[in-house]
């Protein structure tokens, strides 16, 4: 059981939104900044959002973050088929240390 | 271009220990730090522990205490994880990640990633 819980799927259709939630507590997302990871299929994760809302370069616009009191969410617009891979929330907790939600796996219908 | 290359899969027996290479170029190694994330097949990402590649200071996961050893050689810019008395359950990819030069809050953010080495503990 992971620290921070995410919904282990979900799925969405060409051009739609989808978002993916994160739960956590105070000690993690309530008190730390929390990052998202995508993972494609057999590669190393890649990082997505970091600070709850900051895009490293090279990241499209697409993807967004959004952090409020112990939950942060992870947002996908405009939904492309490379888009379908594993995605993961991580936040420092302030007494287990690094922790990471369980995944989500995305699935384009 | 900033690259974290790992050493090849390893296959070890239960109660052996395991050293995982992860060799750092196109960036100032003493700059930063390297954590270490495993993945146990079809599961989810696990952090390992941190350590900074400018004064070796560490930080490790509280459930793998006394087990694992993380170290760096700056003169070839190499992390290593070293995972003692292996069990089945340790069988998983073991990736090494570019962090910020402190272990925890803001700085638990992994930009660079390794490609990922297996290493499968089998009797």
Request: contains cysteine.
């Amino acid at each position: 059981q992971s620290v921070l819980t995410q919904p282990p799927s979900a799925s969405g259709t060409p051009g739609q939104r989808v978002t993916i939630s994160c739960s956590g507590s105070s000690s993690n997302i309530g008190s730390n900044t929390v990052n998202w990871y995508q993972q494609l299929p057999g590669t190393a994760p890649k990082l997505l959002i970091y600070s709850n809302n900051q895009r490293p370069s090279g990241v499209p616009d697409r993807f967004s973050g959004s952090k409020s009191g112990t939950s942060a969410s992870l947002a996908i617009s405009g939904l492309q088929s490379e888009d379908e891979a594993d995605y993961y929330c991580a936040a420092w907790d302030d007494s287990l240390k690094g922790v990471f939600g369980g995944g989500t796996k995305l699935t384009v219908l | 271009q900033v690259q974290l290359v790992q050493s090849g899969a390893e296959v070890k027996k239960p109660g052996a220990s395991v050293k995982v290479s992860c060799k750092a170029s196109g960036y100032t190694f003493t700059s930063y730090g390297i954590s270490w994330v495993r993945q146990a097949p079809g599961q989810g990402l696990e952090w390992m522990g941190w350590i900074s590649a400018y004064n070796g200071n560490t930080n490790y996961a509280q459930k793998l205490q006394g087990r694992v050893t993380m170290t760096t050689d700056t003169s070839t810019s190499t992390a290593y994880m070293e995972l003692r008395s292996l069990r089945s359950d340790d069988t998983a990819v073991y990736y090494c990640a570019r962090q910020g030069s402190c272990s925890g809050g803001s700085c638990f953010k992994f930009d660079y990633w390794g490609q990922g080495t297996l290493v499968t503990v089998s009797s």
